[in-house]
């Protein structure tokens, strides 16, 4: 071996390793059958037929001296196996979606990497789409049956000697000459590079098959470790490879066929066979999750590749490039998904405890203070007597309070002990019920230093809460509200504007709320023709836009048309405000010429504010979520009445919408928890805001 990849020289090796496998030879030598390592035999004791199969791989490894590191490699995967498994498995792939694979691979490799360009222009673009489109299409229209099948396939039972030799040697290969893996360890390359599964995804290819065919993409230089171009290129690959929209008829479960249809996929999905393929290459890469984002209702899965220090870096895979540290802060706590069991709920389901699905899973392995300040927490807790062992972390979400951690809970001292407790973050704790949990605790935030505040109502002093949303602003459409700032409305009676007058130019006041302004006009002109166009090439991203003139000494709207047929104008010209466009400019013509009397402009977004004539109900938390009345909005805020102070709120919309988020109340504003909250035109942490509430 050269000096520059990892080596495992006689020397360094592990004693217990070559002992044993002295011990072995001569029992080997004199008996058909090797002795194992105990686990190994109780693994090989519930394989049923395959067992020859398993014995195969270690009788392989055994029959050269040079192979111990490879024999414990594989008494590692087998003894680790039981409780692996598939969800399913397809026979065969018709011809039509083999053609496609390869027409799609061969378009990528001519537009993205003959040679790589990391920054594509319109003209490669176009082609891209072009040709990506025809082959769609062609596979859209053939008719062709896929044979697949659903069911609980056990590693154990189905994994054959072939396939698992042959993943193996791939590791120990890529361990040995790919420049990212050459700083693991062995312990650190069992735990990263050996496995082949993180969930229960069917087992597709060969690695030797995944390295053949993007080791030289990924790294086409033998001392390259740039993680960042690494992630880069199998990014473009994947996202140039998905053909399928989500519209389209979909596959179904093909394995790396499913590259056709990734757009159509979720971020579990493109972890899974993302994480697959940078391993089975030398790029450690580990699969990570979050159970709830801390200012929004859903999960996350993802990548993260580990570098030379030994620190790995997140990225979500088709989407995200490397170093976009903003987009993981705003996770809760963090799990990586392990092929070795962890100790977590998952293994201790034998009493009959209740525990949230999501910890059911007996590979999670926490990492949160990988991405987050933490702290172990120990939070009082009085339970009733009971058999439960754990206790149960959790932040809130529209569907109510989600356990997103775990701790065992001390019965003589009525206390839980959590462990790496991401902080600036309210919690509470409680019990398993479903999928969520039934608090056991008031509202509880935990600032920087691990000092617990608990939130607790005041039934004494009692407050009006003026609402004006039930969900946080949300970060990219304030900036692309932020990037209509400056844009110019001009109005005209040539339809070329070569006589054009500036009317208003919009600014931070008309955008910022997010919602409906009615810009009066006062030029006293009369104009046919009006155009709205930013003042730098940004786009313009509106919900709304709707025209008022003075008809018979009354405002009446414009029902206008637009000039060009290009842009779907009718998602602005109706009252709906989760419709929208985003255009370069907006040309309208209103028919005739008419005196202005004003123009009403909505920001595209979340629809998440009062809406007038929508019910409305608060709802204030007291050991429980209590009522606190409904209100039809007649305007863009309600207010309900003698609602107990210094609690929690929610507040729902019960006519339309989703997204819904608790918030403490200052009195005057809206303090959306665990979300940097816009107020006043300027982000506020919500650290900053709840320091000022409770000191």
Request: hydrophobic fraction near 35%.
């Amino acid at each position: 071996m050269s000096l520059n990849v990892p080596t495992i020289p006689t020397s360094t090796l592990k004693p217990i390793v070559y002992l044993s496998f002295l011990l072995v030879i001569p029992f080997f030598s004199c008996n058909p059958e090797p002795s194992f390592p105990e686990k190994v035999i109780a693994a090989l004791e519930t394989s049923g037929k395959n067992a020859k199969e398993l014995r195969k791989v270690l009788v392989h490894f055994l029959e050269n001296p040079a192979d111990s590191l490879r024999y414990e490699a594989a008494c590692y995967l087998i003894s680790n196996m039981p409780g692996h498994r598939s969800s399913f498995y397809y026979q065969g792939v018709p011809g039509p979606v083999e053609e496609a694979f390869r027409s799609m691979d061969s378009l990528v490799n001519m537009c993205y990497f003959s040679p790589y360009i990391s920054d594509t222009n319109d003209e490669t673009e176009a082609r891209h789409r072009a040709f990506s489109g025809i082959v769609s299409n062609r596979l859209l229209l053939q008719q062709y049956n896929i044979t697949q099948h659903e069911g609980i396939y056990p590693d154990l039972e189905n994994i054959k000697a072939e396939w698992l030799i042959d993943h193996i040697d791939n590791a120990f290969g890529v361990w040995e000459n790919a420049a990212p893996a050459r700083w693991l360890s062995f312990s650190e390359f069992k735990e990263i590079i050996l496995p082949y599964r993180y969930r229960i995804e069917m087992l597709d290819l060969r690695s030797s098959e995944y390295k053949s065919s993007f080791f030289n993409m990924l790294m086409p230089h033998a001392t390259d470790v740039n993680l960042g171009t690494m992630v880069d290129k199998i990014n473009t690959y994947t996202s140039g490879m998905s053909c399928l929209k989500k519209t389209d008829r979909m596959l179904g479960k093909l394995g790396p066929y499913d590259l056709l249809q990734f757009n159509a996929l979720g971020c579990d999905r493109h972890s899974e066979w993302t994480a697959r393929v940078l391993n089975a290459c030398g790029i450690p890469a580990v699969y990570d999750f979050t159970p709830l984002w801390r200012n929004r209702d859903r999960n996350h899965f993802w990548v993260a590749v580990r570098d030379s220090m030994g620190v790995y870096h997140p990225f979500t895979p088709m989407w995200q490039s490397l170093h976009d540290t903003i987009y993981f802060k705003e996770t809760s706590k963090v799990f990586r998904l392990t092929y070795e069991k962890q100790p977590s709920p998952g293994n201790f389901r034998g009493n009959g405890e209740k525990i949230p699905p999501v910890f059911k899973n007996p590979y999670l392995k926490d990492v949160t203070d990988q991405y987050h300040r933490v702290v172990n927490l120990t939070v009082p807790v009085k339970l009733p007597v009971h058999q439960n062992e754990f206790t149960y972390l959790a932040i809130f979400g529209a569907s109510g309070w989600r356990p997103i951690g775990w701790g065992q809970y001390d019965r003589d001292r009525k206390n839980v002990l959590f462990e790496k407790v991401p902080t600036s973050v309210l919690y509470v704790a409680g019990k398993s019920v479903g999928e969520n949990v039934s608090p056991e605790t008031d509202p509880f935030y935990v600032d920087e230093k691990g000092k617990i505040i608990s939130v607790v109502p005041d039934p004494i002093k009692r407050i009006n809460v003026t609402v004006k949303r039930k969900f946080h602003e949300k970060g990219h459409l304030i900036d692309m509200m932020e990037k209509m700032i400056g844009a110019r409305i001009m109005g005209a009676n040539q339809p070329d504007f070569s006589d054009a007058e500036l009317l208003h130019t919009l600014s931070q006041m008309d955008l910022a709320d997010m919602k409906a302004k009615a810009i009066p006009m006062r030029s006293g002109k009369s104009y046919r023709y009006l155009r709205c166009v930013p003042d730098s090439s940004e786009k313009l991203n509106l919900a709304g836009f709707r025209v008022f003139a003075k008809r018979n000494k009354q405002a009446e709207e414009v029902f206008y048309r637009p000039l060009a047929d290009t842009v779907s104008y009718h998602m602005i010209k109706d009252e709906d405000p989760e419709t929208f466009v985003t255009v370069r400019s907006l040309e309208i013509d209103l028919g005739e010429q008419l005196n202005l009397n004003a123009i009403e402009v909505t920001p595209r977004n979340s629809n998440n504010a009062v809406t007038p004539g929508d019910h409305y109900e608060l709802y204030y938390f007291d050991k429980k979520w209590v009522s606190a009345g409904v209100i039809k909005a007649s305007g863009p805020s309600v207010t309900f009445s003698a609602v107990p102070s210094g609690t929690l709120y929610w507040l729902r919309n019960l006519d339309r919408g989703k997204e819904e988020q608790a918030f403490l109340y200052d009195g005057k504003r809206q303090i959306f928890i665990n979300e940097d909250n816009y107020i006043d035109y300027e982000w506020i942490p919500f650290s900053e805001s709840i320091r000022y509430l409770y000191n």
